[in-house]
């Protein structure tokens, strides 16, 4: 029986669906396969996907348009699981102060660094705001990624932090990317609260209704670091926080290991981010919880850190890893998840196959749209990606350059090379 598809992708050399079977992140040896369909093709309908398998079984579908993928990979959209998307002005006048050997955090404790960028944040309109995130979520979508997380915490103000959540949900409406909030109010404390982290904490604290009344946001984050908020902080912050029914993150020993890993577990947070500092402990409690480890190597990298996150260790005790850009004007300026995988590959030591879970359904997991992004299967959005690649070992092989040829987000072209 002939059964009618708005789309019909054909000639695909390699599928890779992702689909696993099970909507668990996935760890431990599950993490050695992928799967993968060869000669396949992919039938959308109404957005959806209704056909993901070998190309001579598709041949009961008609439909109205057909895209040849011409031998190359399709993949689903990457997911972009933690980004600070909205934010003023840019911080190059700091490289040099990096190549002086000034640490991230004296730049911090300066006045620079993240304040300069709240400083700009301020100052800019909602409007101005808008138009600057609209431009990099496009370069983000050139990259394949189809789901972005957004952080505000450049206003650390009422009324700047409300403007950035108000700026990512009219994204979430205009733009075609899929948008997730996170409200990172306690990201640094503002000069106006210098040694008063405690006051600023609590105004910060005092916003968690409007968020909630007004779903500005879905998560809430804090950055758990020295100089920044203490362990304890954190954990008061954001128990008060889930109290209010939000689901929880933590920037956790991204340059101290502070024990922010072990507190991310104890809060069963969403997802445990950076961990460079976790220790051997903060790895064993990651392995046995529900925490996505995210990891963020451009990060390190761009701060010409030697020491990465311990992602073999973590992986090979069976943690749930995440890769993100961590896309930010600061630590990571970078919208380029394709070189992340390749700094994964090379500076973490994990293989093809883990990074491509990292980027995908972990990466899903991490900022809970495990059952809409991630995946090619049946009924889910077809939001899909296919590649001037051969083979999905390609892409982290040939680093520094965008491998992305059509990206498809619910069932639409929404970027093609070249045009
Ligand atoms: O603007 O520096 N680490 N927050 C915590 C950042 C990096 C972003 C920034
Ligand atoms: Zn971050």
Redesign the pocket.
């Known amino acids: 029986m002939i059964k009618k598809v708005d789309t019909l992708i054909i000639n695909i050399g390699q599928l890779l669906t992702m689909d696993t079977g099970s909507n668990e992140p996935v760890r431990g040896d599950a993490l050695q396969s992928l799967p993968i369909v060869e000669h396949a093709a992919v039938g959308i309908m109404d957005g959806k996907i209704v056909f993901a398998g070998f190309e001579k079984d598709a041949n009961t579908l008609e439909a109205k348009e057909v895209i040849d993928a011409d031998g190359k990979l399709v993949t689903p959209g990457l997911v972009d699981s933690h980004t600070?998307l909205i934010?003023g002005g840019s911080?190059e006048h700091e490289l040099s102060l990096k190549q002086q050997g000034v640490p991230?955090l004296e730049i911090?404790q300066q006045g620079g660094?993240?304040l300069s960028?709240v400083k700009a944040t301020r100052e800019a309109t909602e409007e101005e705001l808008l138009n600057k995130a609209y431009f990099h979520l496009n370069r983000l979508l050139s990259y394949g990624i189809t789901t972005v997380e957004a952080k505000s915490?450049?206003g650390l103000d009422t009324e700047t932090e409300l403007k950035q959540l108000r700026v990512v949900k009219k994204l979430n409406e205009i733009h075609c990317i899929d948008l997730v909030s996170t409200f990172l109010g306690a990201?640094?404390i503002p000069p106006e609260y210098k040694q008063q982290s405690e006051e600023f904490l609590l105004e910060m604290e005092n916003l968690l209704d409007v968020i909630k009344e007004e779903s500005l946001a879905e998560f809430v984050d804090i950055?758990c670091?020295t100089g920044v908020f203490t362990v304890e902080q954190s954990r008061r912050f954001l128990t008060s926080a889930k109290r209010r029914g939000f689901d929880v993150k933590i920037?956790a020993d991204?340059i101290d290991p502070l024990g922010g890993t072990e507190l991310a577990v104890e809060l069963c947070a969403r997802s445990g981010d950076?961990l460079v500092g976790a220790s051997d402990e903060g790895i064993r409690q990651l392995a046995d919880s529900s925490t996505i480890a995210v990891l963020l190597p451009g990060?390190s990298f761009y701060l010409g850190k030697d020491k990465n996150a311990r992602a073999r260790e973590m992986i090979d005790a069976g943690c749930a890893v995440a890769l993100s850009t961590?896309f930010?004007?600061?630590?990571?300026p970078t919208e380029n998840l394709q070189l992340i995988m390749s700094l994964a590959a090379l500076k973490l030591k994990m293989s093809p196959e883990e990074i491509w879970y990292a980027v995908t359904v972990n990466a899903a997991h991490a900022i809970n749209r495990e059952k809409t992004a991630g995946k090619i299967a049946l009924h889910r959005p077809a939001d899909l990606v296919i590649w001037d690649s051969p083979n999905y070992q390609y892409i982290p092989y040939h680093y520094g350059v965008n491998h992305v040829n059509t990206v498809l987000k619910n069932g639409h072209v929404v970027y093609k090379r070249g045009q």
């Open positions: 600070h934010f911080r991230y911090l660094g993240i960028t915490g450049y990201h640094a950055f670091e920037h991204e950076h990060t961590d930010n004007p600061g630590s990571s």
